[in-house]
């Protein structure tokens, strides 16, 4: 009981929160998150501020102190390399967190049925994908290509 009750307090005051927007210091912002974790940042071609997260893993060692201290919210995309958790662990958290209407969670058919199967994710909030295919988002346009390596999940009772 004590846990659902913390969770509805965090989920009010993430809610609260306003749209927070990092000032762009040039055309297209990059931001390192440790790991393999980075934020793109630019203006679209209608001006509007987008902001692209890939595999953020927000508990690393490397992760900027402010960015631990609250949940960004500004996400349009948050993009998902592989299944393993120091790259997809927090994307569920950077999406739930998100002011974004049309936020996506960018990742294989095989992450983005566990997002939503264990992590509860809408499944509107996911774009799955297979490499070698291409998403237009509006904004950009995303492409998956191969990568070698393992890729992983792990869930209730290790499914």
């Not at 297209?28 to 630019?42: I, M, N």
């Not at 969670?105 to 566990?114: D, H, K, L, M, P």
Request: glycine share 6%; charged share 30%.
């Amino acid at each position: 009981m004590a846990q659902m009750k913390a969770a509805k307090e965090m989920k009010e005051k993430m809610d609260a929160r306003p749209l927070t927007l990092e000032k762009l210091k040039g055309k297209v912002d990059l931001k390192w998150f440790g790991h393999a974790g980075f934020k793109l940042q630019f203006l679209d071609a209608k001006e509007i501020h987008r902001n692209i997260y890939i595999d953020v893993w927000i508990d690393n060692k490397d992760c900027p102190e402010e960015e631990k201290a609250e949940c960004p919210n500004d996400a349009d995309l948050i993009l998902v390399t592989h299944g393993q958790l120091d790259h997809s662990m927090h994307a569920p958290f950077l999406c739930m967190a998100g002011k974004r209407e049309e936020r996506k969670i960018v990742c294989t058919s095989e992450v983005g049925t566990y997002y939503e199967l264990f992590r509860k994710i809408p499944p509107t909030f996911i774009a799955k994908m297979q490499k070698g295919g291409t998403k237009d988002f509006g904004f950009c346009k995303v492409t998956m290509v191969a990568a070698d390596h393992p890729s992983t999940c792990v869930g209730p009772q290790g499914v």
